[in-house]
């Protein structure tokens, strides 16, 4: 069992930044990938970023790319989402997930994903 906390969300402005945690326990010797998705109300969960847990590898929505950076720290085991230039349409509930395949490439499917994290609002205002 693999229990994801997740941190960090709230209400910024339309350009700021916020950075979300996602701090896993229990069988994280088993994790091979973790990633980010965020739905919004009355939308479908959609992926955000993913990593690597034990090799080196990122990746990235098309509409994420160069405005929102993933991380990892292993000895923490925790992973980060530093959202930056954000803007209203990222308001959403952002989770973290753990897969465990090994041969995990960061998929972008939610149903991939073995273990989620309760969630943690994210609101932008204009």
């Known amino acids: 069992q693999v229990q994801l906390v997740e941190s960090g969300g709230g209400l910024v402005q339309a350009g700021g930044s916020l950075r979300l945690s996602c701090a896993a326990s229990g069988g994280t010797f088993s994790i091979n990938g973790m990633g980010w998705f965020r739905q919004a109300p009355g939308k479908e969960r959609e992926f955000v970023a993913a990593i690597h847990w034990k090799a080196v590898g990122t990746y990235y929505a098309d509409s994420m790319k160069g405005r929102f950076t993933v991380s990892r720290d292993n000895a923490k085991n925790t992973v980060y989402l530093q959202m930056n230039a954000l803007k209203p349409e990222d308001t959403a509930v952002y989770y973290c997930?753990?897969?465990?395949?090994?041969?995990?490439?960061?998929?972008?499917?939610?149903?991939?994903?073995?273990?989620w994290g309760q969630g943690t609002q994210v609101t932008v205002s204009s």
């Open positions: 997930a753990a897969d465990l395949s090994i041969y995990y490439s960061g998929s972008h499917y939610p149903s991939e994903y073995d273990y």
